[in-house]
């Protein structure tokens, strides 16, 4: 079944090579025989390096110096290619990964485990065959962020019978292989357990993962400083230009904090170590029962230090998931800040709107007004000057009646008229501009008691959601 399955997907797959190296680590009794080298292998050496001939051909040795254990790995420590770890793309030529998988014996299920999101850890163990072997495939990968692919993934298979472990390993430059590849290097003589490569991996992003949360913890403290704690050190949040806060990039801040924490999520982490530990003593007793005899000191050494490793790594993932719960909580708590501070300006730029209307209103209220005095005044006035240009037309005649052609008293008429006029108009021009000054003193004290009613309503739901001790007295002293 399994090779039906790698069929169907073999069929499919899409070739978009990677440069490819190679590292070859052979322990032997006599350390002059030892070998231990990584280098470029170029398409011709490929199939030589899996077959392990012509300069890959064993060391003969002699009588006196045995094989001890060894690992065999077909590396490409920086892939570039923005699909290299999509589910239908392999690294190498088609054939060629066919030949890798099949001549290194590696698991089947590698292509199934392309679909595989977070940190995967798989392991067989089978110990019925001729050749006894333990299979395991660690990987993660992610999707593609601003035209760039992240990632890593190694499948290897330890041969009870060999004492070789061989396998295929790639990642994209941000996993850091080659600094796992020297540190393998440097623990040569270690490399007779197959589990040291997945552990060392494993440490190695563990210490990443730790400097990541510790920098979003950094990041939080500033972006409480710039919310909830502004409000400790100013009393009131001022609106000028000079306290004004970006609250577009304070929202991206706060968004790609949250990301990173649960990117970087121990849990996922912590399962993943769990089933190593499970692999790793699995392999120690299925060692016991092959060999039929006490394994050496110095494997027994490596397999407890690994295990003693294992054990440092699962306590320091516990103790980062409390961390990182912690950090999801305070970015809660700011996000929650902020949403405040959104709806008091929102509420601050309606009431400033609403006061303009109201402003508006009352402009439209003093003409009308105006026009209403105006029409009072026309009223008063208008009839008897309309009858006096009635009676002062040709069509009536008095003079019979009328011994001079105009009475003596006629300044009488002037004397009263102008002052009375100016007396009225008058009056009405105070009244007007005492009533405009009225409105627009309490259309500004109205705006600055609602603001404020506004804001203190606004301070008391902050101090609810964030416990934030705020005093909003010291604003108007």
Same mark, same amino acid.
């Given at each position: ?45 490929? @199939?030589?390096? !899996? ?7 064993? $060391? %003969? &040795?002699?009588?006196?110096? +045995?094989?001890?254990? *060894? ?81 890593? @993934?190694?499948? !290897? ?7 070789? $472990? %061989? &396998?295929?390993?790639?990642? +994209?430059?941000?996993? *850091? ?84 924490? !649960? ?215």
């Amino acid at each position: 079944m399994e090779e039906y399955i790698f069929s169907e997907y073999l069929a499919r797959l899409r070739a978009l090579p990677e440069t490819t190296d190679y590292l070859e680590i052979l322990n032997y009794s006599d350390l002059q025989h030892c070998r231990a080298k990584t280098c470029t292998l170029s398409s011709d050496e490929f @199939e030589d390096f !899996l077959d392990r001939k012509g300069s890959f051909s064993p $060391t %003969s &040795g002699n009588a006196n110096s +045995t094989f001890l254990n *060894g690992i065999r790995l077909v590396v490409q420590p920086e892939v570039r290619e923005p699909e290299t770890f999509a589910s239908d793309v392999v690294s190498l030529e088609v054939s060629k990964y066919e030949s890798l998988i099949r001549k290194m014996r590696l698991p089947f299920q590698g292509l199934e485990a392309s679909t595989a999101v977070g940190p995967f850890f798989w392991w067989s163990l089978d110990v019925e065959s001729a050749n006894p072997e333990l299979q395991f495939i660690f990987r993660k990968s992610d999707a593609q962020w601003k035209g760039t692919t992240r990632g890593w @993934e190694m499948m !290897l298979t330890y041969s009870f019978e060999s004492k070789i $472990t %061989s &396998g295929y390993v790639k990642g +994209t430059k941000s996993a *850091g292989i080659k600094k796992l590849l020297q540190h393998l290097m440097a623990c040569s003589r270690p490399v007779a357990h197959p589990l040291l490569l997945p552990i060392l991996l494993i440490h190695h992003l563990s210490a990443k993962n730790d400097e990541d949360h510790r920098e979003v913890r950094e990041n939080i403290r500033r972006l409480e400083g710039a919310l909830s704690q502004r409000y400790q050190i100013n009393a009131a949040i001022g609106y000028g230009p000079e306290r004004e806060i970006d609250l577009d990039s304070l929202n991206q801040q706060l968004t790609e904090c949250q990301c990173r924490v !649960l990117q970087k999520k121990p849990q996922a982490w912590r399962n993943a170590l769990d089933r190593v530990e499970r692999a790793t003593r699995a392999f120690w007793e299925a060692l016991r029962d092959y060999s039929n005899d006490k394994p050496d000191f110095q494997l027994q050494a490596i397999h407890r230090g690994l295990l003693s490793r294992l054990d440092f790594l699962a306590g320091r993932l516990d103790s980062l998931e409390s961390y990182a719960h912690v950090s999801l909580e305070r970015l809660k708590s700011q996000r929650e800040v902020m949403l405040s501070i959104l709806d008091q300006r929102e509420s601050r730029l309606s009431l400033r709107i609403a006061a303009q209307q109201h402003r508006l209103a009352d402009a439209s209220k003093r003409d009308s007004t105006s026009m209403k005095t105006l029409t009072f005044l026309g009223s008063l006035f208008l009839p008897g000057t309309f009858i006096s240009s009635i009676f002062s037309m040709s069509f009536f005649d008095f003079s019979k009646e009328l011994k001079n052609s105009a009475s003596s008293n006629i300044w009488l008429y002037f004397v009263l008229m102008i002052p009375l006029t100016i007396f009225f108009v008058g009056i009405w021009w105070r009244f007007d501009q005492a009533r405009c000054k009225r409105v627009d003193e309490e259309g500004e004290d109205g705006d600055e008691v609602n603001m404020q009613a506004l804001e203190n309503h606004i301070i008391k739901e902050l101090q609810k959601r964030t416990g934030a001790r705020l005093s909003w007295k010291a604003n108007h002293q």
